[in-house]
């Protein structure tokens, strides 16, 4: 695992059994793009306990998006999308953070679709809002299209359909 | 002569005075004192304690992982306390006298004394962890008996179900400590700490009646039975105990369905 990795992951609470988890979700992913996975996201929150809910990783490469989906939770439920040049929508949601440096109180939520309809939802809290706002600089905007005909053609589609329900 | 049964801890001090020659005095409880607080800090600083410290966050994750749920609400320790001089008193009081059945003849363990009280008392040194859900209580007993065991220390897990409504595990883990001596000296026991494992729910009931358990406990017992007495406060709250035993197991039934794992109904 890349030492960015390991200091992200730590960062946000991931060791012992939890990265082990990981470690299983990325060997996985290495094998079926080998070489290519630049970065990776978790989606979590905060329980209303203080603990950390975490929901899916994420993996970024230069091509495809990545997510082991309830990875906690679920036992190997993965997929991939092509997001070169196909980021037809995003949306953020985010409270108490500037878009500069998170705070304890910090909030995030990233909703993106793609022209074929697939999306995705990614979460943060506390300072895991800088982490995901590097996801959005590095892999949505550069692939986000101006495509006014297509936006629109698919414009009904985009709220009744994402990714999770295919 | 037969020395009349003492019939609370007045009595009990003087029979303590009369027939074993022990005067409970400021000095008793200076040196008990004493004596406590040296187990309790040997204790915290054990590796068993301190490595506890660390691996919590991963106890908490492991049965996640099980469960899909949490373990603890936080990943915090628990803080060490030591039993207050009365309430161990009133323990010797109540193993020597009021549980005695071999009156006036020492119970089957032999009379609580100064020179082996510290070591036969099995909390002088306590703590209590909250887990959110009932089968934490024997997730979280078994973590600490493979931790004991790694450290080498003796241990064994009481699960508690009285008849007056308590639930809860009481896990003993025993450690060598060097204690001081009246005479600044010091000598070896085997001290005995008691770690309490309970859920929130349980924990919510037992803060309300811990000072009435006190209290009960320090009486002689009577003919009348509780469960009949229903205008009595033990009916009204032992049964609370109970109830809230089973509302968790309802919980425990209602949380394994909805993951998916077995049921009882489906076995």
Known sequence: MKAEWSKYLKSIGIKGPFLKRVEEVLDFYQQVYPNQIQDIFVTEYLGNDGNREYESLWLFSETFAMEAKQFLKEKDDYDSVSLRQQVEYWTIKKTEYDFHKASTKSRMMLKFELLSGVGGTLKASQGNCDYLKAIFSKHIIPNAIECPVTAQQNGRRRRTVNKDTL | ?267
Request: proline letters at 4%.
């Open chain 2, 1 to 267: 002569m037969e020395t009349d049964k003492p019939k609370n801890i007045d009595e009990y001090k003087r029979w303590l005075k009369d027939d074993h020659h022990i005067e409970v005095s400021a000095h008793t409880q200076n040196y008990y004192d004493t004596v406590v607080s040296k187990a309790h800090n040997d204790f915290y600083a054990t590796k068993f304690w301190q490595t506890l410290k660390s691996d919590l966050k991963q106890i908490n994750q492991q049965y996640y992982l099980s469960t899909n749920y949490y373990l603890f609400v936080g990943s915090v320790l628990p803080e060490l306390h030591t039993k207050p001089f009365d309430s161990f008193l009133l323990k010797t009081f109540r193993q020597n006298i009021l549980s005695n059945n071999n009156w006036p003849k020492p119970p089957d363990s032999g009379w609580l004394l100064p020179k082996n009280w510290y070591s036969q008392i099995n909390d002088v040194v306590r703590t209590c962890f909250v887990v959110k859900y009932l089968d934490g209580v024997d997730f979280l007993a078994s973590q600490l008996t493979e931790r004991s065991n790694a450290a080498e220390y003796d241990c064994k897990v009481d699960y508690e179900a009285k008849e007056e409504g308590y639930y809860a595990a009481h896990f003993y883990v025993t450690f060598p400590c060097e204690v001081p001596r009246e005479n600044w000296d010091t000598r070896n026991e085997i001290i005995s700490v008691e770690i309490q494992i309970t859920t929130q729910l349980q924990e919510v009931i037992r803060q309300m009646l811990h000072k009435y358990y006190e209290q009960r406990r320090s009486r002689p017992t009577t003919d009348v039975k509780w469960q009949w007495d229903y205008k009595s406060d033990e009916f009204a709250t032992n049964y609370l105990g109970h109830i809230l035993h089973y509302v968790e197991g309802m919980i425990m039934d209602v949380r394994d369905k909805k993951i998916g794992k077995g049921t009882k109904d489906e076995s």
